[in-house]
């Protein structure tokens, strides 16, 4: 993985906007990415936002008008909500670039299972959490009861199939189930970093059954001895 590609972190409840107005979606992706990192930086906001401008690279005229839009994004976001990042050179194509509607999806997705890894290397997810990031809902749990059409779509095992094997083909995404509930994923390690991993963890998980098994006999044994 290349480290010096440069990302902006936005909230995941901004992707519920990706799929109504892209083009303001990655208006409002550069607003609220380069002022959460301008939050890292010291002096006058305005300063601190010109500076993180320079740092990504991005020319941004009227300064003032970004920070307000930023905030206001920001002010209407749940309490906690996990953030997700895009390379700026991936944002510039989207931004750029015309894309179809399955484009439009598969940056969702993309982005909804960034937001699964955070800084992690892998992590065991599901279908039904990657659905839920990629519409902007933290988790299933929270997702509304009535689906618009393009969200029941992709509710469709046939559907989020597609997008996750185009992710795979094209996106270095890499999927590994473990005939558990669930799978892992990664963009950084190789099948065989992930392999070795899933197998260490049925043995950790089996070791653990073991444990439990013994403390219940010596439980039940006790229980019988002093009933006697």
Request: aromatic share 14%; charged share 30%; glycine share 4%.
């Amino acid at each position: 993985m290349n480290n010096n590609k440069k990302f902006l972190n936005i909230p995941v409840p901004m992707m519920k906007d990706l799929y109504a107005d892209r083009k303001k979606f990655f208006e409002n992706v550069f607003d609220v990415g380069i002022y959460l990192y301008s939050k890292t930086l010291t002096g006058l906001e305005e300063k601190r936002y010109r500076d993180a401008s320079d740092f990504f690279g991005i020319k941004q005229k009227y300064i003032r008008d970004c920070i307000a839009n930023a905030k206001e994004i920001l002010f209407g976001m749940p309490e906690k909500y996990p953030l997700t990042g895009i390379e700026i050179d991936m944002l510039w194509d989207y931004y750029k670039n015309e894309k179809n509607d399955f484009d439009i999806v598969c940056i969702g997705a993309f982005l909804g299972i960034k937001s699964i890894l955070g800084k992690k290397p892998y992590d065991k997810t599901n279908k039904a959490l990657i659905h839920a990031r990629m519409f902007g809902y933290t988790s299933a749990k929270v997702f509304p009861t009535q689906l618009n059409p393009l969200q029941e779509k992709y509710k469709i095992r046939w559907h989020m199939d597609k997008v996750l094997l185009e992710l795979q083909t094209n996106w270095h995404l890499k999927i590994l189930w473990n005939h558990n509930r669930g799978f892992y994923i990664s963009f950084d390690l190789t099948f065989d970093e992930m392999a070795l991993i899933i197998e260490k963890a049925k043995q950790l998980t089996k070791i653990q059954q073991i444990k439990e098994l013994k403390i219940k006999a010596i439980e039940s044994a006790k229980t019988q001895f002093t009933t006697h």
